[in-house]
């Protein structure tokens, strides 16, 4: 039995939920495209100051978790914006939600405990994000 209306039409998410997922997929592009662009174009020893995790790694690895953050930031909005495969938007909310868990583990095992609250907002952030645009008011792609 599927959830309708009296009319028999598919019940439509609430307006405050889609104003969540909008904002809560608008922080997660400006966070993750900030870090994204912070760890691929600033100087290692400046950033090294900010993160110090930074100066303890190769530049090819944060560069690297640089390209992956802007890219979750990137796949968080654009493909929902757009309406263009905005099922990538799903799947851009899981990775994110995957490398927020292991960001988290990582800060602790350096003793970054003072970190971890940022690593469990954006994950909250993210699997809200998947919940909802998986199931409760996923984006019609165009045509």
Do not use: Y
């Amino acid at each position: 039995m599927s959830a309708t209306t009296t009319n028999d039409l598919p019940l439509q998410p609430s307006l405050a939920l889609r104003i969540g997922l909008w904002i809560a997929q608008a922080l997660l592009f400006a966070l993750f495209a900030f870090a994204g662009v912070t760890k691929l174009f600033t100087p290692i020893p400046e950033l090294a100051q900010m993160m110090p995790w930074t100066g303890d790694h190769s530049a090819t690895f944060v560069r690297i978790i640089g390209l992956i953050d802007l890219a979750g930031g990137l796949g968080i909005l654009l493909p929902s914006l757009t309406r263009i495969m905005p099922r990538l938007t799903v799947l851009a909310a899981l990775g994110c939600a995957t490398l927020q868990v292991f960001a988290f583990v990582f800060h602790l095992s350096r003793g970054e405990g003072a970190v971890t609250p940022l690593n469990i907002v954006l994950l909250a952030l993210s699997l809200f994000v998947l919940w909802g645009r998986n199931g409760k008011a996923p984006i019609a792609p165009r045509g």
